[in-house]
């Protein structure tokens, strides 16, 4: 049975026109010279797993940097059940979450067990995206996991790293004496990072999957994505922001504490930040997503080695300023397209669209009023994570967040959290038809090839030997229509006419 929790009011957009009279009892907030936009939607936030930030402050940071809805990865914690994961982060949710967050499932294996609850929480718990967080997996059980994804209707969503290679890499590295966090993007090669990019995205053609590639920040990977769409292949990429805002030459930098700031869930590639804005200007449904999962810096600064330092960063506050700085401020992009890959692209793949990720009459009233000619520097201590350092750290950003509207109801403004927010879980349904439509085509037009062949005919009945020959009757017939033409002896005179090779018969032809 599952568990019922109580809704809370969310407010659609009831008007929207340049002239409006505001109701009694309504702020009013003066936007002159600033862009009213969707507010941002961040799919990919991992706060439940961090050692210093709770959902409280995840929300806070997600509000504070033009964010209303955030879909936090749930992992469950040693033998807890992926239900009983959900619902301990449910728990978490109604009583301190000051923006709408949905929820994503990690799974670290696929059996009978992880079937039945993964329908449970597709039918029962709001889930619709499950995590495939870095696990090795048989392509066998690889590919009857994306067959039972697809049944359900849901996103699966996989994290690119082939661990038993890794840990192979990480040993080999260590023993050379590599202990510094350069060793750690030298152990994940981009080539290994591409090829299991590859290999989900041929999966998941062969079983009309769709599938997400996230914390995309290599080149390659989003190379093999690409590639992969031009054969048919369902893929997105959630493009990393740190990716986005910061370069991998910062692990190799000689201040330890800079090199250790850069150590986020995927590894930061040199060059690769102006190769991934391209793909945030040309991909289908590509998305940006923040990874926020912040960690204490001094515990990973005392770390004796990269393979045992905590990996995470900071994001949901710095993901749409980062993007804004990066893409649009730079001419790669234009706000609309900004506005899509932060919010309307993410509503689409989950399922959330036309109520968010837009403004118009009866969409949510999840709003951000975005001061485009303001100027400021990010700094961690003004932050409302308690990270203590990070790589945003001393980056200029030309946009403020002047105001951060959630279900009608302000959560953020003018650099302060409201104690009172309209937040809480959000439920999301199966079979998003922006991600789904094109299964159902491939299933009723299947590019299976089948040939129509005539039924063979069967087999004429044997006859009785005849002088000591079988089938001696098919013989004679086989025999009359073969030989009659080149031998006769004193048959019809119709064979007799018949000229043999070398002319007409005479003497004994």
Not at 44 to 64: E, L, M, N, P, W
Not at 407 to 422: C, D, H, L, T
């Amino acid at each position: 049975m599952a568990r019922v929790f109580p809704k809370k009011s969310v407010i659609s957009s009831r008007n929207v026109s340049p002239n409006l009279e505001a109701p009694e009892g309504a702020d009013v907030i003066d936007a002159s010279g600033k862009l009213l936009l969707p507010a941002g939607i961040d799919v990919y936030t991992q706060v439940t797993d961090s050692a210093i930030d709770d959902i409280s402050t995840g929300c806070k940071s997600a509000v504070a940097g033009g964010t209303a809805t955030i879909i936090e990865v749930v992992r469950p914690r040693g033998a807890e059940s992926i239900t009983s994961a959900v619902k301990r982060v449910k728990n978490q949710l109604e009583k301190s979450a000051s923006c709408h967050v949905s929820l994503s499932v990690a799974i670290t294996d696929f059996n009978g067990s992880t079937e039945q609850e993964m329908v449970e929480c597709v039918k029962n718990e709001g889930v619709n995206s499950f995590v495939l967080d870095g696990v090795s997996m048989s392509d066998d059980k690889l590919f009857e996991l994306f067959e039972h994804v697809k049944r359900l209707g849901a996103l699966i969503r996989i994290l690119p790293e082939n661990k038993s290679i890794i840990s192979m890499l990480e040993k080999k590295m260590l023993k050379l004496g590599v202990t510094g966090p350069e060793g750690y993007p030298q152990s994940r090669p981009e080539s290994l990072e591409a090829d299991k990019v590859t290999g989900v995205c041929v999966l998941g053609n062969l079983a009309s999957c769709p599938v997400s590639i996230v914390q995309v920040s290599s080149v390659e990977s989003l190379a093999a994505i690409e590639k992969a769409r031009g054969t048919g292949a369902m893929a997105h990429a959630e493009i990393a922001s740190a990716a986005v805002a910061a370069d991998g030459g910062a692990y190799f930098s000689q201040d330890l504490k800079v090199a250790s700031a850069h150590l986020t869930d995927v590894p930061l590639r040199r060059g690769a930040s102006d190769k991934l804005i391209g793909g945030l200007a040309t991909q289908p449904l590509v998305v940006c997503t923040s990874g926020h999962r912040p960690v204490n810096s001094n515990t990973r600064l005392a770390a004796k080695d990269f393979a045992i330092a905590q990996k995470g960063t900071t994001g949901a506050e710095e993901r749409m300023a980062i993007v804004w700085e990066k893409a649009v401020r730079s001419g790669r992009i234009d706000p609309m397209r900004f506005v899509a890959v932060t919010s309307t692209n993410a509503a689409k793949m989950f399922n959330m669209y036309p109520k968010k990720g837009r403004i118009a009459v009866g969409a949510d009233a999840d709003l951000v009023i975005w001061d485009a000619s303001g100027k400021r520097v990010l700094e961690s201590n003004r932050a409302q994570s308690n990270q203590e350092t990070s790589l945003y750290d001393g980056l200029t950003v030309h946009s403020v967040v002047c105001a951060t509207i959630v279900a009608g109801k302000i959560a953020y403004q003018n650099g302060e959290v409201q104690e009172k927010s309209a937040g809480g879980f959000l439920r999301l349904t199966a079979n998003s038809p922006y991600l789904f439509s094109m299964v159902g085509q491939r299933d009723k037009f299947s590019n299976v090839e089948r040939v129509e062949r005539d039924t063979p005919r069967a087999a004429a009945p044997a006859t009785p030997q005849q002088n000591g020959h079988k089938n001696s009757g098919e013989f004679d017939r086989n025999r009359t229509k073969v030989m009659e033409s080149s031998i006769d002896f004193g048959g019809s005179s119709a064979n007799r006419n018949r000229n043999p090779p070398g002319g007409r018969t005479t003497g004994f032809w």
